[in-house]
């Protein structure tokens, strides 16, 4: 369990704190708008209502005390560039700012946040390469080569083990897991058989994931 600060109670940090919930993460959440903040308490530890540009407002959190501060203001970004700014000179360990246009994620690095989450770029990302093939169900990118992919198995795959497929050596294709009735399975072997019911899990790069696909 860790303890979280976060900053800004519009729909994105709404989200947030949902799951942060769900998690079982402590969260106080802060935002100057008190229906905001008064929806937000059902899923946070504690919340206040308050200026996070302000020094004097921040310091009275005990700002090192917590273990990342999210920052999710959407509606004003000089109030994200301040308050990313000064959670910083506060001591916090780990600020995590949220970005709109490409050019405020640029800005916020600047200022001292240690990583920056973009929703719609990564939301687009996600949606077009979801819509390129019946076969992708989710997808996640961890760096700019490779991504993890939950696929529904192709019908020419379907009653073929691992080994018979032989995704590695002709594409670079791991395969990671199965999904079976909702949970992952990670003990996939060389004699692991596919079905049609179970999508499983792939690790690859997005061009190669694109030419075993046919995409």
Known sequence: MKSILLIGLGRFGQHVARKLNDLGHEVMAVDSDEERVDGALPYVTNAQIGDS???????????????????????????????????????ARKVIARASRGVQEKFLLRCGADEVVYPEKQLAAWTAIRCTSDHILDYIELDDDFSLFELSVPEDWQGKTVLQLDLRKRYGINILGIRRNGKLDMSIGPNTMLDGVSPILILGRQKDVNKCLKI
């Open 53 to 91: 540009t302000s020094e004097e407002f921040l310091s009275s959190l005990d700002v090192p005390s917590f273990d990342a501060c999210i920052v999710a203001i959407g509606d004003r970004f000089q109030n994200s560039l301040e308050t990313t700014d000064l959670l910083k000179e506060l001591g």
